[in-house]
Each structure stands twice: as structure tokens, then as C-alpha cells.
């Protein structure tokens, strides 16, 4: 007994601890086992997270409203090819408005499939025309999902009507004549920031920052004026004269007091200002009114002005910087970043249907070439012909290559620039700055841009 007891000590002791092993391995493979399921579940609960913050816009009769999709605008029609989350069987409205009055072209209405799609098909347009698409509340099954006006509803694209209490889920675009056609327009959802501390406060400030791209001016605006105040823009010369016809605009504040103004003008000099004026006069929402005052009474802070009946009016002026070189009187210049663009008119250069310059054009382009020659010397230079819509499209092509070729040609004879790129191109009726209704718009078009460090 003395000998084998420490024995089956020992073979216990053993047992014993192989079992603790086992137990053990058992307990770490189960918690990895638990710690990976958990990893899992919380990786799919990210992934989740993740996608409802998206799902929204493919959760079909969801109240955060999405309108979104595509236009693409071509000579003859204009189609809009509509996607949303919007409630299948309620109808999308269209309407359109030009710069002087509504257009019935533009004046539709489409049902919204099971999908969210919808579609517009409209006709080519001469002129620029906003247009706006709209949720009809003229649907009982809209107005119980929505609310009778769409009260229910929420997002970026829902806003205030000048009736209190009143919403409206709308998309408005530009269609542009200027542009080349085809072109396609990408129906992006607004992005609202935060509403200002002090947001609806008579002290008003407004904050504006400006970008050039040839022919338009576009500002992105902030302030702390109610939703749906209506804000003007107009940009004057240095003698304060509108400088052309398509030299103003107007907007309306966003719901977080933002504001986006776009304005077409034909050339940019030093001394020019853009100018943005807020008139409760000219607002005809009562909660603007109850606000600012009919007369703008109730207007406080630094951009307050007064007209000579007394009545007062907020206004923002900025200078709009001028490229760094000047240009003959008749020639435009328009700016983009380090991109310089001057649009020479083809009658001071060329006799109707010719390519030879004519002997006033020497005068034009010797004022031009001493403009040139203040530049430094690694700059690029690109001679483009352009002409109007008039005409075989091959000839037009053909007759705007020979005629940027003869302004090349008389600039690198009679001036050093030898060091600088000259490109040459012509493009025909394919880059239309105005629209080819009339006249005056056509004589726009036949044009030779000189740009200068083309991008």
C-alpha cells in the first residue's frame, strides 16, 4: 500500500490535468467562436447602419423624399428620364418659365411607376427656360401618405411655400441654349448645411463666393434670411450700367439660408460689380413680410440701405475681378481661373463668307498682339474659328479653320512670340456661345476666340 498510493496520486494528478486542458481548449475555441460570431453580427449591424442610410432613396413611399435622375437635352427635345422614392400612382408636374413668361410647352404631367421612374419628353428649345418638376397633391392616396400639404413629408428637396404650412416636394434645372447639344444634366440632390444660429434675425449679413467659367458667373451665397426670401443679382460696369441684357438673376434662400445665383454675361472688365439686393417690397411671402417689415422697417446691420421714399433695403456688392490683360473695346473677354478667353467678332476681321482679312482686321489684331506681349513668354495660345448655325455644316467647318489659320498666320508674322504655343482649330456651328434664333444671336457665334493657357 506505502508503494502504490503516491502511484495513483500521480496517475490521478495526470487525469486530472488532462481533463483541465480539454476543458480549457473547449472554453478558448468557444469564445473565439463567440468573439468571431459577434464581430460578425457587428460588422452586419455596421453594414446595416450603413445601407439605411442610403435605403432611403430606394424605399419606395419613404417621407424623406427623393427626386433625382437625368435630362438629356438635345436640338429637337428635351427628355427627362426621372427616378425617385416617391409613392407609385402619384403624378409628377411640370411646368417652365423663360425669363419673361411661363412656357406651355413645358406645362405636363407624368405618373410615377412602381419603380419611382417617371418620364418627360419635351420640345427643343431656342431660349434658356427653367424648368420645375413638382409632387401633385391632386392624389388622395399622396395627401394620406404625405399629408394634405405634404406636412408629413421630410428631406432635401421638400420646402416652404409662401402659404404657412403649406410644402412643396419640387427639382428645378436650366436648360441651356448656349450649350452644345447634345448634353446631359445629372439630377443631384441638394446638400443642405446647418441653419444659422441666428436665423430669421433682423441684423442680416450675407457672405458670397464667386467663380468664373466662360460666359457664366456663379455665386454660392449664406446668410441668415428666412427660407423663400427672394435675392437679385445684377452685375454693373464701371459707369454702373448693366453691362448686357443677361446681366441679372434671382433666387430664393434655401432652408439653411444658402443661395446659388448663376448669371450668363458677355465680357468682364476691371472696375465691374456684382450686386445682390434684398427687397422685402419685392417678396410676397407674409412670414418675409411679418418679418422685415412691408418697407423693410425692421432691417438692422451694415447692408441696410434706403431709397428715397424711406423704405429700406439690404445690398451686397462685390468686385468682380478682370483678367490680367486688356483687349480692343469691341472684343469680350471672359475668364476661367488661369484661362483666358477673347471673343473677336468675324466682321472686324473678315468680309462676309471670306477667309482673307480684311485691311481694318491689321488694327484689331496689332491692339490684340500688344496685349500678348506683356504676357510672359511660356504661355500657350489656341486660335479657334467659329461660325453659326447658317449653312452646310462641312463648309462652316471648313470656312472657321481657314479663318482661325489666317489670324494665326498675321499674328506670328507681325510680333515675337515665337516662344509661345499657337494652336489652331476650327469648329464650325459645334460651340455655340448664344443661341442661333436671330440675328444678333448668330452674329455672336461667328466669332475667332484667342485663348490664352487653354486648358
Known amino acids: 500500500m506505502t508503494i502504490r498510493y503516491p502511484f495513483l496520486l500521480v496517475v490521478l494528478s495526470f487525469v486530472l490535468f488532462m481533463v483541465s486542458c480539454s476543458t480549457t481548449e473547449d472554453k478558448t475555441s468557444k469564445d473565439d467562436e463567440n468573439n468571431a460570431e459577434a464581430t460578425e453580427d457587428v460588422a452586419a449591424e455596421d453594414d446595416d447602419a450603413e445601407a439605411s442610410d442610403d435605403d432611403y432613396r430606394s424605399d419606395i413611399g419613404n417621407l424623406d423624399i427623393w427626386i433625382g435622375g437625368e435630362v438629356i437635352v438635345e436640338e429637337d ?8 422614392n416617391l409613392l407609385p400612382g402619384s403624378y409628377i408636374s411640370s411646368s417652365g418659365q423663360t425669363d419673361t413668361f411661363a412656357s406651355i410647352d413645358h406645362q405636363d404631367s407624368a405618373e410615377v ?3 419611382g421612374s417617371f418620364y418627360f419628353e419635351f420640345p427643343g428649345q431656342e431660349s434658356d427656360i427653367e424648368v420645375t418638376l413638382s409632387l ?13 400639404h405634404l406636412e408629413k413629408a421630410t428631406g432635401h428637396q421638400v420646402y416652404q411655400t409662401r402659404d404657412e404650412g403649406v410644402y412643396a416636394a419640387t427639382y428645378t ?14 439630377l443631384e440632390t441638394p446638400d443642405w448645411s446647418n441653419v444659422p444660429d441666428d436665423y430669421g434675425d433682423t441684423d442680416v ?16 451665397g449664406k446668410s441668415n434670411l428666412l427660407e423663400g426670401s427672394k435675392i437679385t443679382g445684377n452685375i ?37 460689380e456684382m450686386h445682390f439686393e434684398f427687397d422685402p417690397d419685392n417678396n410676397g411671402w407674409d412670414r418675409v413680410l411679418d ?9 438692422e446691420g451694415n447692408l441696410v440701405e434706403k431709397k428715397e421714399d424711406g423704405s429700406k433695403y439690404l445690398k451686397l456688392s462685390i468686385d468682380l475681378a478682370g483678367p490680367e490683360i486688356s483687349a480692343p473695346e469691341d472684343v469680350d473677354l471672359s475668364l476661367e481661373e488661369e484661362e483666358i478667353k477673347m471673343q473677336v467678332p468675324d466682321d472686324l476681321l ?14 484689331t489684331l496689332d491692339d490684340i498682339i500688344d496685349d500678348l506681349s506683356d504676357l510672359s513668354s511660356d504661355v500657350d495660345i489656341q486660335i479657334n474659328g467659329h461660325t453659326d448655325n447658317q449653312g452646310e455644316a462641312d463648309y462652316n467647318l471648313n470656312l472657321s479653320e481657314e479663318r482661325a489659320q489666317a489670324v494665326a498666320d498675321y499674328m506670328k508674322e507681325n510680333n515675337d512670340i515665337d516662344s509661345m504655343t499657337m494652336d489652331i482649330q476650327g469648329f464650325g456651328d459645334t460651340q455655340p456661345i448664344a443661341s442661333n434664333k436671330n440675328e444678333d444671336e448668330r452674329q455672336k457665334n461667328r466669332r475667332v476666340e484667342i485663348v490664352i493657357n487653354p486648358k
Open 136 to 148: 401633385s397633391t391632386a392624389n388622395d392616396d399622396v395627401t394620406d401618405h404625405y399629408g394634405e
Open 205 to 220: 449679413w450675407m457672405e458670397v463666393d464667386a467663380t468664373t467659367k466662360h460666359n457664366y458667373l456663379f455665386f454660392e
Open 77 to 84: 427635345k428635351v427628355v427627362v428620364e426621372g427616378e425617385s
Open 291 to 299: 418679418t422685415y417689415g412691408q418697407e423693410g422697417e425692421n432691417l
Open 350 to 363: 473678315f468680309d462676309f463668307d471670306e477667309s482673307k482679312l480684311k485691311s481694318e482686321a491689321k488694327e
Open 113 to 115: 411607376e412602381e419603380d
Open 236 to 272: 454693373t460696369d464701371p459707369n454702373d450700367l448693366v453691362s448686357s441684357a443677361w446681366s441679372s438673376s434671382h433666387t430664393q434662400v434655401n432652408p439653411d439660408g444658402s443661395f446659388q445665383l448663376q448669371i450668363h454675361y458677355w465680357d468682364l472688365r476691371e472696375g465691374m
Open 173 to 186: 434645372f436650366e436648360i441651356d441654349s448656349r450649350k452644345a447639344m447634345p448634353y446631359t444634366i445629372d
